[in-house]
């Protein structure tokens, strides 16, 4: 099956330092990636779709230059989240829908805990 | 955007249990998709079922596109079936590439 590899799976930082988050696709080409936050016992939020080649697409109320996205390739996008703070620590996920998956199924990286300290 | 609703929000079984976890959207979708997320964080894709019925092992699901839900069946469940299952939806059309996540169903199951 498809997967999706992501790293760093933990990682510690100080407040006001940036940390950056890869997400892979491992065996197939992904077009559209896509960023999700979870908090503890809470449902995944959708923060921005990732499009190879192009600016990515934030939802509403997610700061763009806070959580830096960038699709350089059909296997790699990665996720910055720049002037950490304690807030922003959570379980940070990727996801990625093979191109041309006729199924139109997206397979997820298997998350990343950040702890800003 | 989409509302997707999943009851029940929690669930005890024990193990040899048969259960039916239930997933509500409030419009049209293209695309559904079960996912089983792990202790460990790790989600786990179970079904692409936008309609109809398909079975893998112990598990089915079925989705009524028409009354906008979808049922996921668990038989003769096992302890390593325990975590939260999400329903995932993707609208049609213009929405075309933005999953929508139902709150989830922690499901415990109790040797």
């Known amino acids: 099956g498809a997967v999706v590899s992501q790293h760093p799976s933990r990682v510690i930082c100080k407040s006001g330092t940036s940390v950056k988050i890869e997400c892979r696709s491992l065996d197939f080409q992904a077009t559209t990636m896509f960023w999700y936050r979870q908090f503890p016992k809470q449902s995944l939020m959708l923060m921005a779709t990732s499009n190879e080649g192009s600016k990515a697409t934030y939802e509403q109320g997610v700061e763009k230059d806070k959580f830096l996205i960038n699709h350089a390739s059909l296997t790699l996008s990665t996720l910055t989240v720049t002037s950490a703070h304690p807030e922003d620590s959570s379980f940070y996920i990727c996801?990625?829908?093979?191109?041309?998956?006729?199924?139109?199924?997206?397979?997820f990286g298997e998350g990343s805990w950040l702890t800003v300290v | 955007g989409i509302q997707v609703e999943q009851s029940p929000p929690d669930l005890i079984l024990q193990e040899g249990a048969n259960s039916t976890l239930r997933c509500n959207f409030s419009d049209s979708v293209n695309n559904l998709q079960w996912f089983h997320q792990n202790p460990w964080g790790q989600l786990i894709n179970l079904f692409y079922?936008?309609?109809g019925t398909k079975q893998n092992g112990r598990l089915s699901a079925t989705t009524v596109a028409t009354e906008r839900y979808s049922l996921l069946y668990i038989s003769s469940s096992q302890t390593t079936d325990s975590g939260v299952y999400f329903c995932a939806v993707e609208r049609g059309l213009y929405n075309f590439n933005k999953f929508y996540f139902g709150s989830g169903t922690k499901l415990n199951v109790k040797p």
């Open positions: 079922i936008p309609s």
């Open positions: 996801s990625a829908r093979p191109t041309g998956n006729w199924e139109n199924t997206i397979y």
